[in-house]
């Protein structure tokens, strides 16, 4: 059994390194790290991308395949459910180092079938809503930051462009404050700083070209 980690980068303040860090701190043993850098997770899909396509060829029945979370696969609803059922066709486990979901074709039971292929969709209709209110966040963000004097930043922000993404999506998966902040490894009044003024977070990072 090998243990893939699957690392998508699609700004310059995201590595796969930092992923890798994420998931070994949450226990898996990776034994290799699969990447795409510079890559919309809106615009191509999973098997379209140079390193996507080589996972799919990697993966035997038995692995796993790790992902921070599942907008890692992808940000469309479609694609990110029928890449996951793929997987789990392939005999391929499917988990997620933010809160260690677990996708596994193996059972054959249809009450857990019933739940499992439920909560595929959720999480997967979560990644694009998340994708798509990211979106409004960073045209108000950039707005607003145009708005204000040019030749003031303010302080500049203690997190970067990959922690606010993760910090949104475990506020949007409902984790707590102290859960987040310990997860991604900031403090808890910076997750509170972001909860509470989304738009202002972004504009920072906006305004620091973040």
């Known amino acids: ?34 990447s795409d850098d510079g890559v919309s997770g809106v615009t191509t899909r999973l098997a379209d991308r140079p390193q996507g396509r080589r996972l799919f060829d990697m993966l035997r029945r038995g692995d796993v395949l790790v992902v ?12 990110v ?20 979901m677990v996708f596994d074709g193996a059972t054959d039971d249809p009450m857990l079938q019933a739940v499992r292929d439920a909560l595929i969709g959720f999480m997967a209709a979560m990644s694009q809503a998340q994708a798509e209110a990211t979106k409004e966040a960073q045209k108000a963000g950039i707005a607003h ?21 993760a910090v949104v999506a475990m506020l949007n998966a409902g984790e707590t404050v102290q859960a987040v902040a310990k997860a991604i490894g900031i403090t808890r009044q910076t997750v509170y700083r972001i909860r509470d003024n989304r738009v202002e977070a972004e504009a920072a990072l906006a305004r620091w070209a973040a």
């Open 1 to 34: 059994m090998t243990t893939i980690l699957y690392a998508r980068v699609s700004t310059a303040d995201q590595t796969a390194a930092h992923q890798r860090t994420q998931a070994e701190a949450a226990g898996f043993k990776i034994d290799e790290v699969v």
């Open 68 to 79: 921070r979370w599942v907008d890692r696969l992808g940000r469309d609803y479609g694609d």
């Open 81 to 100: 459910t029928e890449t996951i059922r793929e997987m789990m066709r392939r005999g391929v486990i499917v988990r997620t180092v933010i809160n260690g």
């Open 145 to 165: 930051a145009k708005g204000r004097d040019d030749a003031y930043l303010g302080r500049k922000p203690s997190y970067d462009r990959t922690q606010f993404d």
